[in-house]
Structures are given as structure tokens and as C-alpha cells.
């Protein structure tokens, strides 16, 4: 993949996200435009970006609230859009019996909807030679059959749905030169992963997962498309 153009990581204020960002600027000398809707965090993103290889710019916005496809289109202008990392996730724990509709709407907008509008505003600048990627973050929760969590139905429903999202992403836009991934991860320590389950240590760090995350969202279309890919030593 050519190093023109850019790069954005959605949720990029901490873990996985945050990780991917600072590995795309300095291991690969890439330009990313880190997005979140934590300003401190941007911040300290930044400076600690200086001097890699490549560029970041940050953009403060939840990626949920209306309009804010709109938001990261403006930001982007006419570059060229390399890849999408659709990272910024939401995670409810509820109860059975304590799910509200606005809980299951809050994860979906910011799981599901988001993401897909995201690539609508932004097909445009993802298309191309070589293909732009867009490699969608799910989980281990939302893959049929795979163990699931008590108070996690609506989370794991959510990235369930993300993994139908991407397949159907991928046959929508196969002839116009972009392709879709989705990763399903397992357990990372990330502090999601923490308030989801206290007390336990996920074997793998949110900085090895990054890693992983900025390698394929570089060199993953030149090999998959439309697929889901599990990425996981374990879950907790």
C-alpha cells in the first residue's frame, strides 16, 4: 500500500485503538488521522506521535452523534483514504431483565450504524488501486457459536451484527476497489475488557493487538475480503 494518503482509527483515545494509531506513525511512517471524543486523550495521543515516522492529526467527535460522518468527511477533504478502522466500540452490561430499547439503540449507533455510515460518506476516497481497506473491529462475542458472557447480550447482539455489516460491505463495493474485514478479537487488556470482567488479565496487550491491527489494516486486502477473521489466544 502506498504511503500517500491517509489513514483513520476510530476510538483511538485508548487501547486497541490508540495503539493501532501510534503503530501506523511509527513503524510504518503512515498518516493517520486519529479520531475520539476524548480531547485530553487526542492530546496526549499527539505528543506522543512526535517525531515517528509518519503524521497524526487528531479530530475531537463522538463518532455516534448525528452528523458526525460528516465531521470526519471534512476533516479527510480530498485525500485519499487508504483504510478505515472502524475501532471506537461501545460495551453495556446489563442484567437479563434490566435491557432498555435506548440501551440496545446507544450500542447499535455507535457498533453498528456508525461504522456503516462512515464508509457510505467515505466510499468515495476509499475507492481506488490499490484498494482501500476497511477493517471493522468486532469481537469474539459476536461470532455464532463462540462462548458467550452473562450481561453481555446486547454487546455481543451488536457485533454480531457488525460482522453481517462488513460481509455485505464487501460484496457491495467489490467492483469499485475497496475491500472489507472485520476482526473479532478475544480478550486484549484493554480497560474495556477490565470493566467488563474485574479481575481478570487478558493474556495478550492492547499494544501487541495495535500492532497486529496496523499490519493488516496495510497489507490484509492484498489477501482477504468480506471476511471474518478470529483473532483471539482466548477469551475470559
Known amino acids: 500500500m502506498s504511503k500517500d494518503g491517509i489513514i483513520i482509527v476510530t476510538g483511538a483515545s485508548r487501547g486497541v485503538g490508540r495503539a493501532t494509531a501510534l503503530a501506523l506513525v511509527r513503524d510504518h511512517g503512515r498518516n493517520v488521522l486519529a479520531v475520539a471524543r476524548d480531547r485530553n486523550a487526542l492530546y496526549g495521543l499527539a505528543q506522543e506521535a512526535r517525531g515517528g515516522k509518519g503524521t497524526l492529526e487528531t479530530l475531537e467527535v463522538d463518532i455516534a452523534s448525528a452528523g458526525a460522518d460528516h465531521v470526519v468527511s471534512d476533516a ?5 483514504v487508504q483504510g478505515l478502522v472502524n475501532n471506537a466500540g461501545l460495551l453495556l452490561k446489563r442484567d437479563l431483565g434490566h435491557w432498555s430499547s435506548e440501551d440496545m439503540h446507544r450500542l447499535y449507533q455507535v457498533n453498528v450504524v ?3 455510515l462512515l464508509v457510505q460518506r467515505l466510499v468515495d476516497r476509499l475507492a481506488g488501486d490499490p484498494p482501500g481497506h476497511v477493517v471493522n ?3 469474539m462475542g459476536g461470532v455464532q ?3 458467550k458472557f452473562p450481561g453481555l447480550l446486547g454487546y ?3 457485533k454480531g451484527a457488525l460482522v453481517t455489516v462488513t460481509e455485505c460491505l464487501a460484496e457491495e463495493l467489490k467492483d469499485r ?4 474485514n472485520c476482526l473479532c478479537l ?3 487488556d484493554t480497560e474495556m475488557l477490565r470493566e467488563a470482567f474485574p479481575g481478570y488479565r487478558a493474556p495478550v496487550s492492547a499494544e501487541d493487538m495495535g500492532s497486529f491491527v496496523a499490519r493488516f489494516v496495510l497489507e ?9 477473521l478470529q483473532v483471539a489466544t482466548s477469551t475470559p
Do not use: Q
Not at 479527510?76 to 485519499?80: H, L, Q, S
Not at 490484509?220 to 471474518?228: E, S
Open 114 to 116: 456508525a461504522p456503516l
Open 137 to 139: 473491529i468486532g469481537s
Open 220 to 228: 490484509g486486502a492484498n489477501l482477504f475480503n468480506g471476511k471474518v
Open 145 to 147: 457459536g463462540s462462548s
Open 156 to 158: 455481543s447482539a451488536s
Open 76 to 80: 479527510v477533504g480530498a485525500r485519499r
Open 186 to 188: 478475544g480478550a486484549v
Open 177 to 180: 476497489g475497496v475491500r472489507a
